[in-house]
């Protein structure tokens, strides 16, 4: 094989990480896990523990050893900026709730796996290290590892759970910052005891790392302090102030690797003494993040990867030992949280769910280790075992923490208080319908229609506006700043509230922002949650599908336990005349009654039902002829039954269309329209179709729809 340019082999193998980091970071999103996971096995694929053992001479040429000198400069440019990007997004906010719970809790959970794993260190250094190493640093290096936990997966946990504004979110994430910040210290003096080779030597190397936090705190933070007011005056980040940002963070690196500690920790304090000024954050964050974590961090997981050897677990023994490092990292986290919680008087359930959060090791627990194995203080049968063990750790947290506090538990905090809602003179709930709002400024006919199916109160409105976060170390996904993006949807939701008319309809609004990782999973959840009677969702067109009822539509009308209805808007002002194709199915039966439901809140709306039949009102079904025969004759007054020739009902219904403001349809066969099989005559009939087109999905009894507004049962 001809011999590659090294700076063409290294392009060649930066674009190879980036893009299977994003293959496998997608794919752990799919089965709702971190990113971090799949970019953590992205690399490990590339390494010897998969390429290197199924293709040797293709890693070999994709992966030589000269090269990998120049990885390691790039991933650890990337986690300078990671570790200030971490300092930065480390809130004091966070340290002001419950504050001597969380010192004692985090403190805990630190002590009890650290002494865990000093114990096993006795167990593990006569197996995986040699003379070279000193047992002090050997034991501290690993009880470091086995103690500290990931904030910044924490932090996007909590996010993507809405548990940001709980006692238990609020908790986690105060615990989480005060671990995060003690075990930085505790891995400062493991590897200041690593160079020197004894805790005595590194009394000078402690010392001056004290006197450098306490300079960055006093002198560096007064500095700072004046480039946040010359951002107050000025509004933007110019590209001069990021520099000289830029450069701080370098030179404080610097400084703390002379000191005798690592680089990571001057890029992480210059952040944390930054002012926390909500603007400059957020716009420092935004301009630092994606460069830094696109193409920097891959290259750190790609560099760990090819460091990490699954096959040097070659005998059962091993693998016991493995198994060993993973039990005793998690007892020892769980165990330390879950008591010292109990202890500050928390109950059972949040306690656990807690010991679980703090269980979360992911990025973090990888930077440790690979400082480790630089220092030569951890061997790569040790550094292989601990990366399996924080995949582990950082896989179980999510599906651990929703067994254990599980989502209808916190409906309070999924639900606003105001959807407790229900009608005083009956002990029947009120009428609730569910309303996803993409954007407010365009979907204010999705929300009157919906007014019009639920009246007024006690009847109730919920437009759901749900925020995705795509990415796991965006600055989005901290909780305060999250908080800024519900609050913003918020104000907008109120706004398109206001515009609502008449006035007296938008006492029955209330709406919903909550953050989401699958917006159609969270839609059916807080629909269960809600007891909502009724989906009703605005049509989109998916953006690599013809299908009108396909995408994340498609998912909440075939998946809900929910009556689902689609409303495909043609901008129609008013809606006084309906329209319902009526062909005796479950799915027709709910677009006849949320037809009722408009007669009864607006006494000028007409309907007219096309049959598909010539023997008229035979043809209704049981349920139905039953309903309309106790309809009060105001009602049915405005009722007419229009026999439909079977000859092309969707072109009859799309003729009969023009004379109406809202044409309804159930997700049938007769009107092109199934629940598995959306596809062309879904188009043909909203494309067609003159009125607005409201496509009806039958999930329970339709008598639900309107059992609240008749005044005897509907079967007497």
């Known amino acids: 094989m001809l011999t590659m340019n090294p700076a063409i082999l290294v392009l060649l193998q930066v674009l190879i990480v980036i893009g299977l980091s994003r293959l496998m970071g997608l794919f ?12 953590i096995i992205a690399g490990i694929m590339l390494g010897p523990s998969l390429l290197g053992l199924i293709a040797p001479n293709v890693m070999t040429a994709l992966f030589p050893a000269e090269t990998l000198p120049y990885l390691n400069i790039l991933s650890q440019i990337g986690l300078i900026f990671f570790m200030f990007l971490i300092g930065l997004e480390l809130n004091p906010k966070y340290l002001s709730g419950q504050l001597e719970k969380a010192v004692l809790i985090s403190h805990v959970s630190i002590v009890v796996p650290f002494a865990l794993g000093i114990s096993t260190a006795l167990i593990l250094y006569p197996i995986v290290s040699n003379n070279g190493v000193s047992f002090t640093a050997f034991a501290l290096f690993l009880g470091s590892a086995l103690s500290i936990t990931a904030f910044p ?89 990021l520099a000289w940002i830029y450069m701080g963070v370098v030179a404080s690196a610097l400084i703390t690797e002379l000191i005798g500690i690592h680089l990571i920790f001057g890029a992480f304090l210059l952040g944390a003494v930054m002012p926390k000024d909500p603007g400059l954050v957020r716009e420092l964050a935004e301009k630092t993040e994606d460069f830094v974590l696109i193409f920097l961090l891959p290259i750190f997981f790609a560099y760990s990867g090819l460091r990490t050897e699954i096959g040097l677990l070659n005998r059962p023994e091993l693998w016991l030992l493995c198994a060993l ?12 949280t879950y008591v010292a919680a109990r202890v500050s008087g928390i109950e059972k359930r949040e306690a656990s769910a807690l010991g679980w959060l703090m269980n979360t090791r992911g990025l973090t627990e990888l930077i440790v280790l690979n400082i480790g194995l630089s220092l030569g203080v951890i061997s790569p049968l040790l550094f292989t075992l601990l990366v399996i063990m924080a995949l582990v750790t950082t896989f179980m947290t999510s599906p651990l923490l929703e067994m254990t506090y599980p989502k209808e538990l916190i409906k309070l905090d999924i639900i606003e208080p105001e959807t407790q809602t229900t009608n005083p003179q009956s002990l029947t709930p009120a009428y609730r319908v569910l309303v996803p709002v993409a954007n407010p400024n365009t979907q204010k006919g999705l929300v009157q229609l919906a007014l019009a199916i639920a009246g007024k109160p006690p009847a109730v409105v919920h437009p759901l506006s749900l925020i995705e976060l795509e990415e796991d170390y965006l600055f989005q996904s901290t909780p305060d700043e999250a908080n800024r993006l519900i609050e913003k949807q918020r104000q907008r939701l109120e706004e398109l509230i206001q515009s609502l008319e008449p006035p007296e309809v938008r006492q029955g609004v209330y709406p919903i922002i909550r953050i989401a990782q699958d917006v159609a999973k969270k839609t059916i959840e807080i629909a269960q949650v809600d007891q909502a009677n009724l989906i009703l969702v605005g049509w989109h067109r998916p953006a690599f599908s013809d299908n009108r009822l396909g995408g994340r539509v498609g998912k909440i009308l075939n998946n809900s336990p929910t ?34 439901r408009m007669m009864f809140n607006d006494p000028n709306r007409q309907l007219k039902i096309l049959v598909t039949s010539n023997e008229g009102e035979e043809e209704l079904s049981h349920e139905l002829r039953n309903m309309i025969n106790v309809l009060p004759t105001r009602i049915q007054s405005r009722l007419e039954l229009i026999r439909l020739p079977e000859t092309d009902p969707i072109q009859a219904v799309i003729e009969a269309s023009k004379t109406v403001d809202l044409t309804i349809v159930g997700t049938s066969r007769t009107w092109g329209i199934e629940r598995q099989t959306l596809g062309r005559y879904t188009d043909q009939l909203a494309q067609d179709c003159h009125s607005s087109l409201l496509i009806t999905r039958s999930y329970s009894q339709v008598t639900s729809h309107l059992e609240s507004l008749l005044q005897q049962p509907i079967n007497s």
């Open 563 to 596: 009556d689902v209805a689609v409303f495909v808007n043609k901008e129609q002002q008013q809606i006084r005349s309906l329209l319902v194709a009526y062909a005796s199915n479950i799915h027709d039966d709910l677009g006849l009654t949320l037809a009722l």
């Open 28 to 39: 752990c999103r799919q089965i709702k896990q971190p990113l971090v996971i799949g970019e």
């Open 153 to 241: 997966v924490l932090a996007r946990i909590i996010t993507e759970n809405n548990l940001q504004g709980t006692r238990l979110g609020t908790l986690a994430l105060t615990c989480a910052a005060v671990d995060d910040v003690t075990a930085w210290c505790l891995l400062a003096l493991a590897i200041a005891v690593t160079r020197t080779n004894s805790i005595s030597g590194a009394f000078p190397t402690i010392i001056a790392s004290i006197l450098y936090i306490i300079l960055m705190a006093t002198a560096g933070r007064w500095l700072l302090r004046k480039l946040s007011i010359h951002y107050q005056r000025t509004g933007r980040l110019t590209q001069w102030v």
């Open 325 to 336: 490092v993973v039990a005793v990292a998690i007892i020892g986290k769980y165990v330390g």
